[in-house]
């Protein structure tokens, strides 16, 4: 991707139009819902204007609008939490290194889409091992989770998440690379004869279709990829499908992380085999979709 030398006219500024007001006595559940709140704000404000491009190699780019709502999230985050350390998809590590919590961030989870016009994004905040948030900014919709349970925040007022299979779409991400290739391919689940008498697919690459899995709008959700589990792209997706009680295992159908969690609908506490981390994601709303997915990739 060729960087974009932007002008004056072309240099954009956001205004963050709903402030969070956050406090060392505030849970970590509520930083992370505030942090993510700002960041979509950012993203939103920025929508449709001309952006700077900044490549990062392998045709991968960032805008002006993933680095600003990362800054706004990480103001939230110091504000909030000065001790704690935090990976961002643009900044890297920042603070201590030697920190015992950390912060994954991803601030425009699917910025191709954006930068074409397309408003499908997520705003990703998760500590690491706990609470997460998942913002839709053009829905004004937050996800999140205190690590136990799950819940979308709507207009002020949360509802729990409730995932079901019964829309029977599941989302395959198609995006490379394909580390799983040849033993997987996502494009051949797509023309499994099975997979097409049971499911109906929609391809989309954003992580915030992992949290429709959760809320029961959608069946499941199938990505390639390595150990994604302290991702900056996945974790809050992941955390939230948990606490909902999807199943989520890697495409090989080995636990996720370091913990070993499937899902309260799965195993739970099912431990990988020789202790490895599951590749990809396969997140689904129960054990029977889980299960005939995997069937479909094993085969």
């Avoid at 600003?68 to 350390?85: G, N």
């Avoid at 079901?164 to 499994?192: H, I, M, Q």
Wanted: aromatic content about 4%.
């Amino acid at each position: 991707m060729i960087n974009s030398a932007a002008g004056p006219d072309e240099t954009a500024t956001a205004t963050v139009t709903e402030t969070a007001t956050v406090t060392d006595a505030a849970t970590d559940a509520e930083v992370a819902i505030a942090a993510a709140r700002v960041g979509a704000d950012v993203v939103r404000d920025l929508y449709g204007q001309r952006l700077t491009r900044i490549d990062k190699g392998g045709g991968d780019f960032a805008t002006a609008a993933d680095v600003a709502a990362e800054q706004a999230i990480v103001s939230v985050l110091r504000a909030a939490r000065p001790d704690d350390a935090v990976l961002g998809e643009e900044g890297g590590q920042q603070g201590a290194p030697e920190a015992a919590r950390q912060w994954l961030v991803d601030p425009l989870c699917g910025t191709l889409n954006y930068a074409v016009g397309t408003a499908l994004v997520a705003v990703n905040v998760a500590l690491r091992g706990g609470p997460a948030a998942v913002a839709d900014p053009f829905s004004g919709e937050v996800f999140h989770t205190d690590g136990q349970t799950a819940w979308v925040r709507r207009d002020g007022a949360d509802a729990p998440l409730a995932p079901t299979s019964a829309t029977r779409l599941v989302d395959v991400n198609l995006d490379p690379p394909f580390p799983g290739a040849p033993g997987f391919r996502a494009v051949e689940l797509l023309a499994d004869e099975r997979f097409v008498a049971r499911f109906r697919p929609r391809v989309v690459s954003t992580s915030l279709a992992l949290t429709w899995v959760a809320a029961g709008k959608r069946a499941a959700y199938v990505t390639d990829g390595g150990d994604l589990s302290e991702s900056v792209h996945f974790a809050a997706g992941i955390a939230l499908c948990r606490a909902a009680g999807c199943v989520v295992t890697g495409v090989d159908g080995e636990p996720v992380g370091r913990s070993g969690r499937v899902g309260r609908a799965g195993a739970a506490g099912q431990t990988g085999a020789a202790g490895l981390a599951g590749r990809g994601l396969v997140v689904a709303a129960d054990a029977e979709t889980h299960g005939l997915l995997m069937s479909m990739m094993r085969a």
